[in-house]
């Protein structure tokens, strides 16, 4: 069944080619911010790259190894575990290490994952599930905290920029997601599943080595891990701080569930997961491009209201799930979850930096990780099959009923709060800078 994730895939990139035409002219023509920005992207695109490589067939390649889908399960939960619990430290090991040095542990850490998925044995492949955990969570502290701090500190630019440099990886991460999962697809025909993971390791390499040779180190503030923890929590006392913790945790726990049960759903449909994980990444491009157009565009939303209604077309979707739809149905439906989810990460990472400058949002990744551990947990224990699948994607639905009304509380208490207002306090701008 190729026809239709084909057929999709170039629509929605006819869409997104639509919304992003004419391109954004940058903010200024000085030739040095120019050559800064080329520097952070040669770097750090090929990171995501490999990321976006190992994606499509992560489940194929466990199942050609012979493992039933428990022991399956068990190896997603130990990447899910390990990137939520050192994510919770990650900030304060890279600003102690280095940022340059925490971004070429990355790609060592990576390199080492996608090499260990060679093996056949289950304790190495769970090596690098958790190698490969810490990974990620390094690529999503290291790159951004390293360029910010050279923005400001060694090159003295104005901070207005800044958001152009973040959007411009957006648009380019999300171009690089869809041709990853094509790539993918190609090389998995001629080589196997593990084909890709393999294929991941000479972008990290490139990343790691562009890295040393044309980056400078910086370091973070060495501030107290108990202090910082404390105040996190403290952070919960603050009414929308803790509601909007609650949605991350549910949303994100939900994205969890759907990472692990897309591949088992569509397979057995025969349509190629490369070309239905391209479609995915183009339905979630097309959603941050319709945020940005919603937000600083002609008509002016704001982005607590875009993050309800990003929750609501995610329950919307899993409440189909849950229902018997024909087999083309599920992509059609996970399309939408998709881009749900474009929507949702941009209005959230809005938001939570507004809250995070008001210091009342530090407690949010205390209410993540436990959410989170309890459902990497719980994924061995998911129950086979379609009709499994079905009753797993209900309850989903009822967490993110939980999560709209939770959405609806921070409507509700941060109504007329500038900090969660486009226009307030820091300006336009900022709504770019979600990946």
Excluded at 12 to 36: H, M, V
Excluded at 237 to 257: D, M, W
Excluded at 311 to 326: F, I, K
Excluded at 341 to 361: D, K, N, S, T
Aim: hydrophobic share 50%; charged share 15%.
């Amino acid at each position: 069944m190729l026809l239709l994730p084909l057929s999709a895939l170039l629509l929605l990139l006819l869409l997104l080619l639509l919304l992003e035409f004419p391109p954004r002219s940058p903010p200024s023509s000085n030739p040095a911010f120019q050559e800064f920005q080329r520097r952070f992207h040669l770097g750090f695109l090929p990171a995501l790259a490999a990321d976006w490589l190992q994606g499509p067939h992560l489940f194929q390649v466990f199942r050609s190894r012979g493992f039933l889908q428990t022991q399956i399960a068990a190896l997603y939960s130990l990447g899910f575990a390990s990137n939520l619990v050192f994510g919770l430290f990650s900030h304060f090991f890279v600003d102690r290490l280095g940022r340059r040095r925490s971004c070429v542990l990355f790609s060592v850490l990576c390199s080492l994952s996608c090499l260990l998925q060679l093996s056949r044995d289950f304790p190495a492949l769970a090596a690098g599930r958790l190698l490969g955990g810490v990974g990620t969570s390094l690529l999503f502290t290291s790159f951004e905290s390293w360029y910010v701090h050279e923005h400001l500190e060694r090159h003295d630019f104005p901070r207005e920029w800044i958001p152009d440099t973040f959007s411009r990886v957006a648009l380019w991460n999300g171009v690089v997601a869809v041709a990853a999962g094509a790539v993918a697809e190609l090389l998995v025909l001629g080589g196997g599943p593990v084909t890709p993971f393999v294929a991941a390791v000479p972008f990290l390499a490139f990343s790691g080595i562009f890295a040393v040779k044309n980056w400078d180190e910086n370091y973070g503030k060495r501030s107290s891990c108990p202090k910082a923890c404390g105040e996190g929590l403290r952070g919960l006392r603050n009414p929308p701080g803790a509601l909007l913790g609650v949605v991350q945790a549910l949303v994100e726990g939900i994205i969890l569930i759907f990472i692990f049960l897309w591949t088992p759903v569509l397979e057995p449909l025969g349509i190629p997961l490369g070309i239905a994980f391209s479609g995915f990444m183009a339905a979630s491009a097309v959603g941050s491009s319709l945020f940005r157009q919603g937000v600083v565009g002609g008509l002016r939303l704001q982005p607590l209201h875009l993050l309800t209604g990003s929750v609501t077309l995610l329950g919307v979707s899993l409440l189909l799930l849950a229902l018997p739809v024909p087999p083309p149905g599920a992509f059609l439906v996970f399309l939408l979850l998709e881009f749900s989810c474009g929507i949702y990460f941009p209005a959230m990472g809005f938001l939570r930096r507004r809250l995070e400058h008001g210091g009342a949002a530090g407690g949010s990744r205390w209410l993540r990780v436990p959410l989170g551990l309890g459902v990497a947990l719980a994924l061995p224990a998911l129950p086979p099959g379609e009709g499994g699948a079905q009753g797993v994607f209900g309850g989903a639905a009822l967490a993110a009923l939980v999560a709209l009304v939770a959405a609806g509380g921070v409507l509700a208490v941060a109504r007329g709060d500038p900090r969660l207002r486009v226009g307030g306090e820091e300006g336009e701008g900022e709504v770019d800078t979600g990946m």
